[in-house]
Structures are given as structure tokens and as C-alpha cells.
């Protein structure tokens, strides 16, 4: 068994394809919404139209926390990948545990073999020796294969630990991006040029989740 462990190919291209998804999705439905409200907007102000609120902005923003709901389905298959080979693991624990106690089965009845019968010689020697060297091969084996379970599972963890920490990044982001729209509304600046930094806000996120997945998958596959 190798001590790398990789993610499976449709794995890959699973969560390769729900970002990009997620991504195209958000970027159109926040460029048609805006665009819907200022397409057709007269130059005389003095004509009624719907203002930009601090509600619109903030239901947009709900709207991108709600794409990462995304990463459930990721750590939900990831998570059934992981319990599918450790239950071959087990079995395959099980199966060297039986023939374990098969090998200590017939050294037990081997010995009690030798302490019954006197005549046997070189012949019963060689088996006995034959039969403890069959035995240790096997225990090496056991050893050799639950160390590599180990080092899987505790690199598996170290992996998983990183996560919080790149969506609380993300978040913190987010956060940020939201307070700027706060203060442009309160400040009164115009409409364009609050359009614009929401397109640049979803330019920006539109970079930088391919990079953080990108990353964890690099890490995955390294």
C-alpha cells in the first residue's frame, strides 16, 4: 500500500465542476439583478424610481453565503470516501487478525505435538521452525499495514483542520466586501459607481475560490 493517498479522478472533477457552477450561477444571477434594476433608468431624477437599499445589497450578500453550501456536498462525499476505505481496512484488520490466531492455532498444536510424541527429529524441528517463521512474516505484515493506516488517517485530519480556517478566511472576506457597501449607501455616492465595485466585489470572488479548492486539492494530491 502507498502512503500517498489520492482523491479519485471523479472526485476531482466533481468538486471542480460544482465551483465552477456555483461561481457562474452567483456572477449571473447578481449581474442580471442589477442590471434589472437600471436598465431603462431615465436621466431625470426628478422621474420616481426604485433606490438602491442597503436590503438589496445585503439579500445579494445572503446569496453568496448561501453558494457555499456547496462545500456540505464536498465534505459529505469526501467524508463517504473516507468511511468506504476504512471499512476495507477493517476488513482487511479482520482478516489478518484470523490469520494470526490461525498461526497461533497450530503452533499451540504443533507444540503440544512435541511434548506428546518423542520420535520426530530434525523433521518436527524444521516444521515448528517453518511454521514461527510463517508467523513473525506475518506479524511484520499486520505491523507494516496498521502504520500506514495511521499515517493516512492523521494526515486525512491535518487536512481537514486546515479547512475552517480557509472558509473563515473567505468569510472574513465577505465581511469586508458587505461593510464597504454599507458605508457607500450611507455616504450617498452614486449609482454607478456603487455598480461597479459589486461587479469587481464578484470579479474578485470569482478568482479567489478556484484558488482556495485549487489549493486543497494540490495538497490532496501532493
Known amino acids: 500500500m502507498s502512503d ?38 431615465p436621466d431625470d431624477e426628478e ?3 426604485e433606490p438602491l437599499t442597503l436590503n438589496m445589497v445585503m439579500l445579494q450578500i445572503t446569496a453568496i453565503f448561501e453558494k457555499f453550501s456547496h462545500y456540505d456536498e464536498i465534505y459529505r462525499t469526501f467524508g463517504i470516501e473516507a468511511d468506504t476505505f476504512q471499512d476495507e481496512c477493517n476488513e482487511n484488520i479482520d482478516g489478518m487478525r484470523f490469520r494470526l490466531e490461525h498461526f ?24 515448528n521452525r517453518e511454521l514461527k517463521s510463517q508467523f513473525e512474516q506475518l506479524a511484520k505484515e499486520v505491523q507494516e499495514t496498521i502504520n500506514q493506516f495511521d499515517q493516512y488517517f492523521q494526515s486525512e485530519l491535518e487536512h481537514l483542520a486546515e479547512l475552517p480556517a480557509e472558509m473563515a478566511t473567505l468569510k472574513e472576506q465577505l465581511d469586508k466586501r458587505q461593510t ?24 474578485q470572488l470569482n478568482e479567489q475560490l478556484p484558488k482556495v479548492v485549487a489549493k486543497q486539492i494540490e495538497k490532496k494530491m501532493g
Open 104 to 127: 497461533e492455532g497450530q503452533l499451540r498444536d504443533f507444540q503440544n505435538r512435541l511434548l506428546i510424541e518423542e520420535s520426530g527429529g530434525d523433521s518436527a524441528i524444521m516444521v
Open 180 to 203: 464597504k457597501a454599507e458605508a457607500l449607501i450611507s455616504s450617498q455616492e452614486n449609482k454607478q459607481l456603487i455598480l461597479g465595485k459589486l461587479r469587481q466585489a464578484v470579479d
Open 47 to 49: 422621474e420616481a424610481t
Open 4 to 41: 500517498n493517498q489520492t482523491i479519485s479522478p471523479e472526485l476531482e472533477l466533481q468538486i471542480r465542476q460544482m465551483i465552477d457552477t456555483g461561481i457562474a450561477d452567483l456572477k449571473a444571477e447578481l449581474v442580471a439583478y442589477i442590471d434589472e434594476k437600471y436598465v431603462g433608468i
